[in-house]
């Protein structure tokens, strides 16, 4: 099992960008992808989930709204999509199925 996500981001507050996690060595659509997020100086915080099944969706409370899970059953890969960038955004994301987690995607937000 492997998760490979997509490489670091740099966005100006107010802007969107969006972290891929493309999955291989099981079934795509039999696990669900968390995602989560570590600040600098932080601990975890889970954002939420995916079933890439049925594209089921569970949000942490406060990522609900401005966050959007996706998944793209053809390429088996998973999508976090992140608008309304704010400083206090910038973090590691990484996913995670199973036991098994991504390297991480660095996101800074910053003028």
């Known amino acids: 099992v492997q998760l490979v996500q997509s490489g670091a981001e740099l966005r100006n507050p107010g802007a969107s960008v969006q972290v891929s996690c493309k999955a291989s060595?099981?079934?795509?659509?039999?696990?669900?992808i968390d995602w989560v997020r570590q600040a600098p100086g932080q601990g975890l915080e889970w954002m939420g989930r995916i079933e890439p099944e049925d594209g089921g969706r569970k949000y942490a409370q406060k990522f609900q709204g401005n966050d959007t899970f996706t998944a793209d059953t053809s390429t088996s890969t998973a999508y976090v999509g992140l608008s309304s960038l704010r400083a206090e955004d910038t973090a590691v994301y990484s996913c995670e199925t199973g036991g098994t987690w991504g390297k991480g995607t660095q996101v800074t937000v910053s003028s």
């Open positions: 060595g099981y079934t795509f659509i039999n696990y669900y």
